[in-house]
């Protein structure tokens, strides 16, 4: 019998000061069996960066030809592909080739860093592609976050992101490598 997703309900309210973006959100989320709270959080995150009107969580780590969050246009092509982790070459020129903008989030530390050095050559073509790294000082505090019913807030500003619920308070910080 194969497991199923575990559904996750968030309350978000968004204030991106970089982009004067506020908004609030009603999310829900279906994190796969093989996926730990750590990477469901970083989509959220991933999300909050890129919000605009009809991004949706795909099918993610159930299925290969989607990412994990998109936005797809009224004529059913793909205007935003965000993906996340340090995927090979293929994945990104497959991204690239299929989407008007890619967005790729890394949360791995060093090892995103090392990624990075060993592709940035390869991907330089890809002007509609942009990556950013984030900075997490402390996983756990990230993971204690993640609850099938949340009521977050989100504020990011330059180049960290306030994350909070009602009794906790987080910064998670980022920096694009390539815009």
Not at 5 to 17: E, G, P
Not at 80 to 109: M, N
Request: aromatic share 8%; hydrophobic share 35%; with cysteine.
């Amino acid at each position: 019998m194969a497991l199923k997703s575990t559904i996750h309900k968030v309350r978000l309210s968004l204030a991106n000061m970089n982009l004067h973006h506020y908004e609030d959100f009603a999310l829900t989320i279906a994190k796969h069996p093989s996926e730990n709270d750590l990477r469901m959080m970083i989509r959220l995150l991933a999300y909050c960066l890129s919000a605009q009107e009809d991004l949706q969580f795909t099918k993610g780590l159930s299925s290969d030809s989607e990412p994990d969050i998109w936005k797809i246009g009224y004529d059913g092509s793909i205007e935003h592909w965000i993906e996340l982790g340090i995927p090979d070459e293929r994945r990104i020129r497959q991204a690239c080739s299929k989407a008007q903008r890619v967005s790729l989030y890394t949360y791995h530390g060093q090892q995103a860093q090392q990624w990075f050095k060993s592709i940035e050559n390869k991907i330089q073509r890809f002007s509609h592609l942009t990556i950013t790294h984030f900075i997490i000082s402390n996983e756990d505090q990230l993971i204690a976050l993640a609850d099938k019913g949340m009521n977050l807030t989100v504020t990011i500003e330059d180049e960290e992101i306030w994350i909070s619920n009602e009794s906790e308070r987080l910064c998670v910080e980022f920096k694009k490598v390539k815009s």
